[in-house]
């Protein structure tokens, strides 16, 4: 069965300091995406940033980027330089080739303190 | 290009009654998933339609059903509210083509504000 762990349920990041998110998957499949959301207090999920099982290089997008390692099945989220609008609940997040449907996470609850 | 649509936003109701959700996927969207978000469950993944056709399905009791209309909008119904059904309900829109080939924004599920469902 596909899982996705995160084990840090919550962190404190002082601002403009950097902060690594983590996250390792479990599946049996080849072919898969990892996806990361952050979830503000408004309840949307706003999507991050993605990585698909065979791209070579880590995504990156903006201010975040995907720690993609594959052998160890782990998939960490880095955010330079936090800011206080960083304060959220994040979501990695795993999807199969072979269907639609997304797992979560639990999440990790990132405060940035000021 | 307008984000996923959700309504209602809030909604009150009473054990035992029925509701109605309602989603509006992006322009060009065919793909509407639905999840319920829970403090003790987290996300769960209840159905897919793609094409007004149920492509995915979680483990969810028949109570929960869906459909999804010609225009890619899709209703979500939850019959015989329980206590238990009180959650943020999400749904996400997609291209909703198979496979993992393309950029983020080909593949990546965008997700509405979401329905708070409280049941009494």
Redesign the interface.
């Known amino acids: 069965a596909q899982k996705i762990t995160q084990t840090q349920p919550g962190m404190f990041v002082q601002e403009k300091e950097a902060v690594t998110l983590d996250c390792t998957y479990d599946t049996s499949d080849q072919?898969?995406?990892l996806?990361w959301?952050k979830q503000p207090s408004?309840?949307?999920?706003?999507?991050l940033?993605?990585q698909?099982?065979?791209d070579e290089q880590n995504?990156t997008?903006g201010r975040y980027s995907l720690n993609f390692q594959k052998a160890r099945k782990s998939a960490n989220l880095v955010i330079s330089a936090s800011q206080l609008g960083d304060s959220a609940m994040y979501?990695c997040a795993m999807?199969l080739?072979?269907?639609?449907?997304?797992?979560?996470?639990?999440?990790t609850r990132l405060h940035i303190l000021p | 290009k307008a984000g996923v649509t959700q309504t209602p936003r809030y909604l009150i109701k009473t054990r035992g009654q029925q509701v109605t959700l309602s989603c509006s996927p992006i322009s060009g969207h065919r793909s509407v998933s639905w999840y319920q978000q829970t403090p003790g469950q987290g996300l769960q993944f209840l159905f897919e339609y793609f094409s007004e056709t149920q492509r995915n399905k979680g483990n969810f009791p028949g109570r929960f059903s869906g459909r999804q209309f010609s225009n890619s909008r899709s209703e979500m119904n939850v019959s015989t509210l329980e206590l238990g059904d009180s959650a943020l309900y999400l749904c996400a829109s997609s291209l909703g083509g198979r496979g993992l080939a393309g950029s983020p924004a080909d593949i990546g599920q965008y997700f509405g504000p979401g329905t708070r469902l409280t049941v009494t």
């Open positions: 072919s898969y995406g996806f959301y408004s309840g949307e999920m706003i999507f940033i993605y698909g099982s065979y995504a997008e979501f999807t080739n072979r269907d639609d449907k997304i797992i979560f996470g639990k999440g």
